[in-house]
């Protein structure tokens, strides 16, 4: 079965850093999707980016970006000049191309230090 | 936008009580999802549903049951709640993926105290 990784349970950042987390994944597949998800304290969880297994360019949107290697199964995220307001639990998560079901990692709470 | 609800942000029950957790979404989305969120354990999946009356087991349906009888609306049923599962419990839904994107919608989670 799929599994997902996040081995960081706890990260933070002074205001206007920039801060990476990380995330490792096991699959046999070749075609896949990888998203990183965002959930704010008290707050519904959203899609922060969404990387497919197929393009070698890494994702981007805006100040959030991934580091997508393929051959190592590592999907980090990068938050560059980090926000009070990007404070939250971060999911990575993996899904298979045509499959319906997802699989999230373990989470890593970000917290910015003003 | 695409909308799920749920019925209850904070719920108290007794051991060996019936709960029923209610989700709604808008989107007229085919799949919908119950997870249960614990601290160290991410997201674990414990039912899905693709279709109205249609259920999938997730990886820990134990103690758990759900009913979809509007395409709209999933519920999550507690048989018997007992105090391992008192957790936050996550509802989600999404369109049918056959090739491309899996994303899923979540709703604002219910969060469960079973004394």
């Known amino acids: 079965a799929q599994t997902v990784t996040q081995s960081q349970p706890e990260m933070s950042v002074q205001e206007a850093e920039t801060v990476t987390l990380s995330c490792t994944y096991d699959?046999?597949?070749?075609?896949?999707?990888l998203f990183w998800y965002k959930q704010p304290p008290s707050r519904q969880m959203i899609l922060v980016i969404r990387?497919?297994?197929?393009?070698?360019q890494n994702a981007t949107e805006n100040r959030f970006s991934v580091n997508f290697q393929k051959a190592a199964k590592s999907f980090s995220l990068k938050i560059s000049d980090s926000q009070l307001g990007d404070a939250a639990m971060y999911f990575c998560?993996?899904?298979?191309?045509?499959?319906?079901?997802?699989?999230f990692g373990q989470g890593t709470r970000l917290t910015i230090n003003p | 936008d695409v909308k799920v609800t749920q019925s209850s942000r904070y719920l108290v029950k007794r051991t060996g009580e019936k709960v029923f957790l209610e989700c709604v979404q808008d989107m007229d989305h085919e799949n919908m999802f119950w997870y249960r969120q614990d601290p160290g354990l991410g997201l674990r999946l414990i039912y899905f549903s693709y279709d109205v009356k249609m259920k999938e087991k997730g990886d820990i349906p134990e103690g758990y049951s759900v009913s979809r009888e509007k395409k709209e609306r999933f519920s999550l049923i507690l048989e018997s709640a007992s105090t391992n599962q008192t957790s936050m419990y996550l509802c989600a839904s999404s369109f049918v993926q056959t090739s491309g994107n899996n994303e899923q919608f979540f709703g604002p989670g219910t969060r469960l105290t079973v004394l």
């Open positions: 699959t046999s597949e070749s075609d896949y999707y």
């Open positions: 990387q497919e297994a197929y393009k070698q």
């Open positions: 998560a993996y899904g298979e191309e045509g499959a319906q079901k997802l699989v």
